[in-house]
C-alpha cells in the first residue's frame, strides 16, 4: 500500500502516459474576482491504467474530468493524451456522466448505437455494416444484462438500467479513454455495488484507460489501480494510493483487512484541511 | 429487476396495476361522456331558441338547430362538395406553404443567431396583424383571388408553427445536459442538430403544427370574403350578407367541423412520430 511496494506489482504505470495532467491550474471569475479552483496538478495515467479522483465537494474532481474531455478549456499548464495536449473533444473519449443521459427519444438500442453515428472514423462505416455494428452493440448490452430490453425507451427502464445502457454507450466506439463522472451517485447502495463488478468487467474486457471522479472511498478503493486524493479548494493532489488488490476483485474483498486499511488512509487524508 | 421486459413493452407496467374494474356507471365511459357533451349543447341551444330567451343575449332572431340541420339538408342535397372541396384546397395549400416555411425559418432563427436578428423583427412586427386587415393588400398584391385567399389561410397557420419551432429548437439547446452527450463525442454542429436538436424540439414544433391547422380554417371566412362563388367561407359571408341566417350557422359549424378533423389528423400524426412520448392525464385510466 506505500508507493514504492505497489510501483513494483503494477508495471504498467511505468510504461508511457496515455493521460498526463502537467502543472494544471484553474481558477473561475467569482463576482468578478478570479478564484483559484486548482493548483499545480501534475501527474499521469499509463495504458490500461483504472485511476479514481476523490476529494472534498467542490474541490474541482469534475473540472478536471471536464478538462480531459475537452469540454472545459484548460486554465494554466497542459492536459496531454498520448503527448498531444487536448484542446476539443476526443473522439477516442467515452464519458458517462452522473444521470446517465439516454436520448429520450432513442431506444436503449439507438442510444448505445448514438456514438458510432456521430465519430466520423465509424460513421464511415456503419453505413455499409449496420447490421455488423448493431450486432456488436448488442453483444455489449448482453454483457450488462441489457438484452431483454434493447428495444425499450429510457423512460421505460430503472435508473441502475439507464446507468448500465449509458456506461455501454461510454464504450461502443472502443474508446481508448473512459472518464467516469459520479456514475453511480444516484443509485441505491446494491445496486451501486452490482455496478463496480460490472464495471471491472467491462474495464478488463476493453483494457480502456479509465479516469473515476467520485465521493465513494470504497468505490475507488475497489475498481482503482492508483487513487488520487484532492485537498480542499485551491486544490492540490494531497494523497497518492497504490491498491495492490488482486484482480478480479470481488465484493468480499471490501471487508478484508487490507481494504479496510486503505479506506481507513484515504479517508485521514480527506479530512485534512 | 421485478419488471420483465414483456409488461414493459405494452405501454406502462403501472397502468396495469392501477386499472380498475369495468365502471357499473355509463358516465365513466369516455364516448359516453363526450356524446352526452354534444346532446347537451345542442339540447340548451335548442331550448334556448324555443323558449325565446332574451336576457342581455337574445336568441329570438338565433336560428335553432333544428333549422340549421334543414340548411345542412338542403346543402347537402344541392352540390356541397364543390364548396367543401375549395375550401379544403385553400386551407390545405395554404397550410402546407405556411408550415413548411415556419418550419424552415423557426430553425433557422432557433439555430443560428444571425437569422434570429434578421428575420425575427420583421416577423414579430407583422405577427399580430389580423387575417382580416390583409384583405386589402391580399387583393393588390396577388394577381388572382385564388393566390390572395391561399396567403390569407396561410398567414394564420405560419406564426403558430414559426413561433413553436423557434421555441422548441431554443429550449432544446437550452438543455445543456443533452447537448453535452453530442459535444464529449466530438459530434459537429450538424450531427447534434440532426440527432439532438430536430427530435429534442419535435414535441414543440407539433403543437405549433396543431395550432396552425386549427387557425388556417379560423382565416378561411376572412379569406373566402374575396372569393366569388364557391367555399364554406364564401357560403357562411354570403348568407349573411344576404340576411339568411340558418346558413351562417351551419358554415360555422361546417368550418368548426372540418378544423377540428384536420387539427386532430394533424396531432395524430404528429404523435406517432413520437413514439417515445406517453401522455397520462389525471384520472385517466
Redesign the interface.
Known amino acids: 500500500m506505500t508507493e514504492q511496494l505497489s510501483l513494483a506489482t503494477s508495471p504498467q504505470v511505468e510504461t508511457a502516459a496515455v493521460l498526463e495532467f502537467r502543472d494544471v491550474g484553474l481558477q473561475y471569475r467569482m463576482s468578478g474576482r478570479p478564484m483559484p479552483v486548482i493548483e499545480h496538478i501534475s501527474l499521469s495515467v499509463g495504458e490500461a491504467e483504472f485511476v479514481s479522483i476523490v476529494g472534498p465537494s467542490g474541490c474541482g474532481k469534475t473540472s478536471l474530468l471536464r478538462m480531459i474531455s475537452g469540454l472545459n478549456p484548460v486554465g494554466k499548464g497542459q492536459v496531454c493524451f498520448r503527448g498531444e495536449p487536448i484542446t476539443k473533444p476526443l473522439s477516442s473519449v467515452g464519458i458517462a456522466f452522473q444521470n446517465p443521459v439516454l436520448l429520450p427519444w432513442r431506444t436503449t438500442l439507438q442510444n448505445v448505437l448514438l456514438p458510432l453515428e456521430v465519430v466520423p472514423t465509424h460513421r464511415r462505416q456503419l453505413k455499409n455494416q449496420r447490421s455488423r455494428y448493431e450486432t456488436m452493440a448488442q453483444d455489449l448490452l448482453a454483457t450488462v444484462g441489457l438484452e431483454d430490453f434493447q428495444h425499450h425507451y429510457p423512460r421505460q427502464l430503472s435508473g441502475g438500467m439507464k446507468q448500465r445502457a449509458s456506461l455501454c454507450r461510454a464504450l461502443i466506439h472502443q474508446p481508448e479513454l473512459l472518464l467516469l463522472d459520479e456514475p453511480f451517485a444516484a443509485l441505491d447502495a446494491f445496486t451501486r455495488e452490482e455496478m463496480w463488478e460490472l464495471l471491472q468487467r467491462l474495464w478488463a474486457r476493453s483494457q480502456c484507460t479509465s479516469v473515476l471522479v467520485t465521493h465513494n472511498l470504497r468505490e475507488a478503493i475497489f475498481l482503482s489501480d492508483t487513487v488520487y486524493v484532492m485537498g480542499p479548494r485551491p486544490s492540490q493532489m494531497v494523497y497518492t494510493l497504490k491498491v495492490d488488490l488482486p484482480r478480479p476483485r470481488t465484493l468480499d474483498m471490501c471487508f478484508t483487512e487490507d481494504f479496510h486499511q486503505m479506506y481507513t488512509e484515504l479517508r485521514q487524508h480527506i479530512q485534512r484541511k | 429487476?421485478a419488471?420483465?421486459?414483456s409488461n414493459?413493452?405494452k405501454g406502462?407496467p403501472y397502468a396495469r396495476s392501477a386499472q380498475v374494474k369495468a365502471n357499473p356507471f355509463l358516465l365513466a365511459n369516455r364516448s359516453i361522456r363526450r356524446l352526452l357533451a354534444l346532446a347537451l349543447f345542442f339540447g340548451i341551444w335548442q331550448l334556448l331558441c324555443a323558449t325565446g330567451f332574451d336576457l342581455f343575449i337574445n336568441f329570438q332572431l338565433v336560428p335553432a338547430p333544428t333549422e340549421v340541420a334543414k340548411a345542412t339538408l338542403e346543402f347537402f342535397t344541392a352540390d356541397p362538395w364543390v364548396h367543401i372541396k375549395s375550401s379544403l384546397m385553400r386551407v390545405l395549400l395554404g397550410y402546407a406553404i405556411a408550415s413548411s416555411l415556419g418550419i424552415v425559418l423557426g430553425v433557422l432563427i432557433g439555430w443560428f443567431e444571425a437569422f434570429e436578428d434578421l428575420l425575427l423583427p420583421p416577423l414579430e412586427l407583422l405577427r399580430p396583424i389580423p387575417a382580416v386587415a390583409w384583405i386589402p393588400l391580399a387583393i393588390l398584391m396577388f394577381p388572382n383571388a385564388e393566390s390572395g385567399m391561399v396567403y390569407i389561410t396561410s398567414i394564420g397557420a405560419f406564426f403558430p408553427v414559426l413561433i413553436s419551432t423557434v421555441r422548441g429548437v431554443e429550449s432544446t439547446l437550452s438543455d445543456t445536459?443533452?447537448i453535452?452527450?453530442?459535444?464529449?463525442?466530438?459530434?459537429r454542429p450538424w450531427?447534434i442538430f440532426k440527432?439532438?436538436v430536430v427530435?429534442?424540439s419535435?414535441p414543440s414544433i407539433a403543437s405549433g403544427l396543431t395550432i396552425g391547422m386549427g387557425n388556417a380554417w379560423f382565416c378561411l371566412v376572412t379569406a373566402e370574403i374575396l372569393a366569388g362563388r364557391y367555399g364554406v367561407g364564401y357560403i357562411t359571408w354570403e348568407s349573411y350578407v344576404t340576411s339568411n341566417y340558418p346558413p351562417i350557422v351551419m358554415g360555422m359549424l361546417l368550418i368548426g367541423l372540418m378544423g377540428a378533423a384536420s387539427s386532430w389528423i394533424v396531432s395524430r400524426a404528429t404523435g406517432a412520430l413520437?413514439?417515445?412520448r406517453?401522455i397520462r392525464k389525471q384520472g385517466s385510466a
Not at chain 2, 453535452?180 to 459530434?187: I, S, W
Request: charged letters at 5%.
Open positions: 429487476m419488471v420483465t421486459a414493459i413493452g406502462s445536459v443533452l453535452r452527450v453530442g459535444q464529449c463525442l466530438g459530434a450531427h440527432h439532438i427530435p429534442g419535435m413520437m413514439p417515445w406517453v
